[in-house]
């Protein structure tokens, strides 16, 4: 097939971000005219203020909702159905998602289902799911993060944890963006310490590997417009949004985690989370999210202290990301070596006699001491898997095609077994 001659950038929705803005959002639903809103979050946020003072923007301004909290951390097929069924079921015309990524992504999928009921595998890519087009618009969604790193208030990505096949599936389409995000740093006030870090690393996952995937013009030309995927690779314009959220993550992650109380930290990690979906959105992640898939849906017994309690074991999404971090930059660097030199330089290391062979190392040597930093698992062993979980974790990450084809390095299933073998102690 001949190669790609384009890349092309959604920059569909719209983003609101300033302290105190969540007090907006019953004006802007009240201008649309709405007639029913489905309020989404989990069980923990609904004690906490941004929940709160979402409600109360609607009752102050005569909306009508109705109330869902029972999303779950880290959701999966059941959680997502349950929250598909209520909106049919309430017949909602517009949806507001107060939480994270998990939050956020059941919001998307209780309205894409709800306006274009399907199977439920059918919108999800390939090769799990059938990857079917979305019909049309979506009704108005309202995102308003909680967290400081999925980014999802600016993409139409949606992750899923599917229990009967023990892997996680993903739609993305820009007709499943939210309207609006209402990015209001006065929300991540309430973020425990594990969280803010678990965010905060999968925001600098998603630049990671927006930056150093398959550049554009080395992917197959598709044979129409409209068959172009969501991750086209990276391009000049991703990178800019890319290296830039890089900047300011190196400069206030360890900040906005060791002190709760430093607004400006806070504030610019909300911003660089929103940044982050912007770039990842056109270019697209990789390896370390399609080798997380298999360490979410596999976790037995693992539950992070300092997080949200909750009735199932969880990887956090952003910790399960960064584990294989530093074994997948020892594998992709030789792709493209300047680039992981130049996050890795960005993160804090001294490149400038550096070699193209050490890429690799420098770059998940300044990972590996971020993670130490952050007082996270000595690798994925320190959550319960043993090499011989290693077959079937590679049988999950198989099935991310999208993540696998978008690295600058395709891996084989040796290369898979061997980033999860070399992620179990990391040092």
């Not at 399907?118 to 919108?123: E, G």
Request: glycine content about 6%; aromatic content about 8%.
């Amino acid at each position: 097939m001949p190669n790609e001659i384009a890349f092309e950038m959604a920059a569909g929705n719209r983003l609101r971000f300033g302290k105190g803005v969540t007090r907006e959002i019953g004006m802007d639903l009240a201008d649309m005219q709405v007639r029913r809103v489905m309020v989404l979050t989990d069980a923990y946020l609904a004690q906490l203020p941004p929940v709160a003072v979402v409600r109360q923007s609607l009752e102050d301004n005569g909306v009508p909702y109705v109330f869902f909290d029972r999303v779950r951390i880290e959701p999966n097929d059941a959680s997502f159905l349950d929250a598909i069924e209520v909106a049919k079921q309430e017949e909602v015309d517009a949806f507001v998602a107060v939480g994270g990524g998990s939050t956020m992504d059941t919001a998307k999928a209780a309205n894409l289902y709800s306006t274009y009921p399907a199977d439920f595998l059918d919108y999800f890519a390939p090769p799990v799911g059938k990857g079917r087009q979305v019909p049309g618009p979506c009704k108005p969604l309202i995102a308003v993060p909680t967290t400081a790193g999925t980014g999802s208030e600016h993409t139409g990505i949606a992750v899923v944890d599917l229990e009967t096949l023990h892997v996680k599936a993903a739609f993305v389409h820009p007709y499943t963006k939210p309207l609006l995000g209402v990015a209001d740093p006065e929300n991540t006030k309430t973020m425990p310490p594990l969280v803010a870090a678990a965010t905060g690393l999968d925001v600098l996952s998603h630049v990671f590997e927006s930056y150093t995937a398959i550049p554009y013009y080395q992917r197959p030309r598709p044979e129409r417009p409209s068959l172009r995927p969501p991750y086209q690779g990276s391009n000049p314009i991703s990178d800019v949004w890319c290296l830039d959220t890089l900047r300011v993550v190196a400069k206030y992650l360890i900040r906005a985690i060791e002190d709760p109380e430093d607004e400006e930290a806070r504030s610019h990690m909300l911003l660089a989370s929103s940044c982050a979906g912007v770039g990842f959105e056109t270019a697209g992640v990789a390896l370390p999210h399609g080798l997380s898939y298999s360490i979410a849906a596999m976790v037995r017994h693992y539950r992070p202290e300092g997080y949200p309690p909750g009735d199932h074991p969880l990887v956090p999404h952003g910790i399960a990301v960064i584990l294989t971090a530093p074994a997948v930059a020892r594998f992709t660097a030789p792709a493209c070596p300047e680039r992981h030199l130049t996050v890795a330089e960005i993160l804090g290391a001294s490149v400038s006699q550096a070699k193209p062979e050490d890429a690799g190392k420098i770059l998940a040597d300044e990972i590996i001491a971020l993670i130490q930093r952050l007082k996270l698992p000595n690798g994925t062993s320190a959550m319960g898997f043993t090499r011989e979980d290693i077959p079937q974790m590679v049988k999950g990450a198989l099935r991310q095609q999208r993540n696998l084809h978008n690295a600058p390095r395709l891996p084989s299933e040796d290369d898979l077994a061997q980033i999860y073998e070399e992620s179990l102690v990391l040092w």
